[in-house]
């Protein structure tokens, strides 16, 4: 498998003006939004707002409806109920087709006899456009992509971060005004969908397409993109940058589905972890250890007897095991980990507070 070809580099080949840096994006608009399969609501009211040029993810586990969404609104399924809206304009009663936008599915769907410059030009010789128009804009978008030296070539014979980029090249000669990828990099190993999805957001950005990914990879998630709808049970539990997300997540399932947490029964009063019905959440970096209390700047209150049951290595950070107040704790620490067995103090700096499995507040620690 050849995965070193650069993909970021610019061509300046004369086919890649032919898709303006700054496309056409449309904002996405859905209301109500809802979906009985099988005689089960999939998808319940669901209302989301994508701004012109963002790129958003539909982020939750297996089953949750993320596909079943992006179906509605690529147009390969219809709403039973709701609204549609790309650009201010109602396409829920439209076929794919019809929509101005264009679908990345997550197995590509190549054609397999086909070259790779055939297969990035089918969907314009669908629309029947004139041959020269065909090459012209299939040479730009394989320009985009850095695919031009393999437009001869069969899908079977090029790599899987090829093909990816194949079939987004078929997406983006449509010229769409809004992208949508269905998990995207799951068919890739983990050291080339770091590159790809990199690739991908530097395209999105550069040509300012409105962009909905499906994908059940918090971590994929999280790097990609401007803002994360995370949906559970057919619902989205909240909208919101990534940062925000992992800062102030709204809910338990939200903090537990993104990131680690440690879980504490209790709730949160001034500062304090008090015994009550609520669950109290902390973060692992939130967690600090030290094996020599007289070594820490005596800053913060709160230390306790901590001890290092378990070290799990990371690379560049390491995951403590610790027991504190009899109560199972993790750690991430950077720099060299403290050995298993070694007995020293914890504090916790930092807490989130749920209620009924609602954030009820989040802050430093006193
Ligand atoms: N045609 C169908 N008939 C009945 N149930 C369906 C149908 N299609 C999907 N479902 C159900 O709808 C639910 C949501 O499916 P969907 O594919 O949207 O989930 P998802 O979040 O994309 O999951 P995954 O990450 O596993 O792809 C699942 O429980 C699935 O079994």
Same mark, same amino acid.
């Not at 087709?97 to 030009?121: C, I």
């Not at 040479?139 to 194949?166: F, K, M, Y």
């Not at 504490?264 to 009063?269: A, E, T």
């Not at 620490?333 to 499995?357: H, K, M, N, Q, S």
């Given at each position: 498998?050849?995965?070193? *070809?650069?993909?970021?580099?610019?061509?300046?080949?004369?086919?890649?003006?032919?898709?303006?840096?700054?496309?056409?994006?449309?904002?996405?608009?859905?209301?109500?939004?809802?979906?009985?399969?099988?005689?089960?609501?999939?998808?319940?009211?669901?209302?989301?707002? %994508?701004?012109?040029?963002?790129?958003?993810?539909?982020? $939750?586990?297996?089953?949750?409806?993320?596909?079943?969404?992006?179906?509605?609104?690529? $147009?390969?399924?219809?709403?039973?109920?709701? !609204?549609?809206?790309?650009?201010?304009?109602?396409?829920?009663?439209?076929?794919?087709?019809?929509?101005?936008?264009?679908?990345?599915?997550?197995?590509?769907?190549?054609?397999?006899?086909?070259?790779?410059?055939?297969?990035?030009?089918?969907?314009?010789?669908?629309?029947? /456009?004139?041959?020269?128009?065909?090459?012209?804009? %299939?040479?730009?978008?394989?320009?985009?992509?850095?695919?031009?030296?393999?437009?001869?070539?069969?899908?079977?014979?090029? !790599?899987?971060?090829?093909?990816?980029?194949?079939?987004?090249?078929?997406?983006?000669?449509?010229?769409?005004?809004?992208?949508?990828?269905? =998990?995207?990099?799951?068919?890739?190993?983990?050291?080339? /969908?770091?590159?790809?999805?990199?690739?991908?957001?530097?395209?999105?950005?550069?040509?300012?397409?409105?962009?909905? #990914?499906?994908?059940?990879?918090?971590?994929?998630?999280?790097?990609?993109?401007?803002? #994360?709808?995370?949906?559970?049970?057919?619902?989205?539990?909240?909208?919101?940058?990534?940062?925000?997300?992992?800062?102030?997540?709204?809910?338990?399932?939200?903090?537990?589905? #993104?990131?680690?947490?440690?879980?504490?029964?209790?709730? #949160?009063?001034?500062?304090?972890?008090?015994?009550?019905?609520?669950?109290?959440?902390?973060?692992?970096?939130?967690?600090?250890? *030290?094996?020599?209390?007289?070594?820490?700047?005596?800053?913060?209150?709160?230390?306790?007897?901590?001890?290092?049951?378990?070290?799990?290595?990371?690379?560049?950070?390491? =995951?403590?095991?610790?027991? /504190?107040?009899?109560?199972?704790?993790? !750690?991430?620490?950077?720099?060299?980990?403290?050995?298993?067995?070694? /007995?020293?103090?914890?504090?916790? *700096?930092?807490?989130?507070?749920? =209620?009924?499995?609602?954030?009820?507040?989040?802050?430093?620690?006193?």
């Amino acid at each position: 498998m050849n995965t070193t *070809t650069p993909t970021t580099a610019r061509s300046d080949t004369a086919g890649a003006s032919r898709i303006p840096e700054r496309s056409r994006s449309a904002g996405l608009e859905i209301r109500t939004l809802r979906k009985v399969l099988g005689g089960r609501t999939i998808i319940d009211s669901l209302d989301m707002a %994508v701004q012109p040029g963002e790129l958003v993810s539909l982020l $939750g586990p297996s089953g949750c409806g993320k596909t079943t969404t992006l179906r509605m609104i690529a $147009g390969f399924l219809t709403p039973d109920e709701g !609204s549609i809206r790309v650009g201010g304009r109602e396409v829920a009663h439209l076929g794919p087709e019809q929509r101005p936008s264009a679908m990345v599915f997550q197995n590509y769907a190549l054609w397999p006899h086909m070259t790779v410059a055939k297969n990035v030009g089918f969907p314009l010789k669908l629309r029947r /456009r004139p041959k020269a128009e065909i090459a012209e804009r %299939v040479d730009a978008a394989l320009a985009l992509v850095n695919l031009l030296h393999h437009r001869d070539s069969r899908p079977a014979r090029i !790599s899987g971060g090829e093909q990816q980029r194949t079939a987004l090249a078929r997406a983006l000669v449509q010229e769409p005004e809004l992208l949508l990828l269905d =998990e995207p990099l799951s068919n890739l190993d983990a050291k080339l /969908r770091v590159k790809v999805r990199e690739d991908i957001r530097e395209i999105q950005q550069r040509l300012g397409i409105t962009t909905l #990914i499906v994908t059940h990879d918090q971590e994929e998630a999280m790097s990609m993109s401007d803002r #994360i709808a995370v949906m559970n049970f057919g619902r989205i539990e909240q909208f919101s940058t990534p940062a925000d997300l992992y800062r102030a997540p709204a809910t338990e399932f939200v903090a537990t589905f #993104i990131g680690s947490l440690n879980r504490l029964k209790g709730s #949160i009063r001034d500062g304090r972890l008090v015994p009550g019905s609520g669950m109290a959440g902390v973060r692992p970096e939130d967690v600090v250890f *030290t094996a020599d209390l007289l070594g820490t700047d005596g800053s913060g209150s709160g230390w306790a007897p901590a001890t290092v049951d378990r070290v799990v290595p990371h690379g560049h950070f390491a =995951e403590l095991h610790l027991t /504190r107040d009899d109560t199972a704790l993790r !750690s991430f620490v950077t720099g060299t980990p403290p050995a298993v067995g070694t /007995r020293g103090y914890a504090r916790i *700096t930092r807490w989130l507070d749920f =209620e009924d499995g609602v954030l009820a507040g989040h802050g430093a620690a006193a």
